[in-house]
């Protein structure tokens, strides 16, 4: 497995995808920081379990789907990208069970800086230069 992990494009997409993570990483605080200015401490903790929500399935996600690359492993490629895709959903799934059962509300802040903050990786691309080499 060595050699699959040191691939050019796979070290391409695997910077590609770590720094769209790393935006939506900046663009947590600042929401946080909203949520928490305009509805207190426990605007700002679900804001937290929001962003939580969001970025530790998108980090497993990149862990899992980056694994291998080159023409010579194709089939674990594919394989590694629907397992990651399936851990992301339900990691995903997990979080938000253990965030409705843990905190009492408000739901807002959640639900919205998890809804931004996974669609910023459709929105990052345009800004962010693919062509990391």
Same mark, same amino acid.
């Given at each position: 497995?060595?050699?699959?992990?040191?691939?050019?494009?796979?070290?391409?997409?695997?910077?590609?995808?770590?720094? %769209?993570? @790393? $935006?939506?990483?900046? *663009?947590?605080? +600042? /929401?946080?920081?909203? #949520? &928490?200015?305009?509805?207190?401490?426990?605007?700002?903790?679900?804001?937290?379990?929001?962003?939580? %929500?969001? @970025? $530790?399935?998108?980090? *497993?996600?990149? +862990? /899992?789907?980056?694994? #291998? &690359?080159?023409?010579?492993?194709?089939?674990?490629?594919?394989?590694?990208?629907?397992?990651?895709?399936?851990?992301?959903?339900?990691?995903?799934?997990?979080?938000?069970?253990?965030?409705?059962?843990?905190?009492?509300?408000?739901?807002?802040?959640?639900?919205?800086?998890?809804?931004?903050?996974?669609?910023?990786?459709?929105?990052?691309?345009?800004?962010?230069?693919?062509?990391?080499?």
């Amino acid at each position: 497995m060595t050699g699959a992990t040191k691939h050019p494009i796979l070290g391409a997409g695997r910077r590609f995808a770590w720094r %769209i993570i @790393l $935006v939506q990483a900046l *663009l947590a605080p +600042v /929401l946080i920081l909203i #949520f &928490g200015l305009t509805m207190s401490t426990a605007g700002a903790m679900s804001a937290l379990a929001g962003a939580v %929500i969001a @970025l $530790v399935p998108s980090m *497993l996600f990149v +862990v /899992l789907a980056f694994r #291998f &690359g080159g023409a010579r492993y194709v089939p674990n490629v594919v394989q590694y990208f629907f397992i990651a895709e399936a851990v992301k959903w339900l990691t995903t799934i997990a979080l938000l069970i253990v965030a409705f059962n843990t905190l009492s509300g408000p739901w807002l802040p959640l639900l919205v800086t998890l809804f931004v903050i996974l669609h910023v990786q459709w929105v990052a691309p345009v800004f962010l230069n693919s062509k990391t080499t």
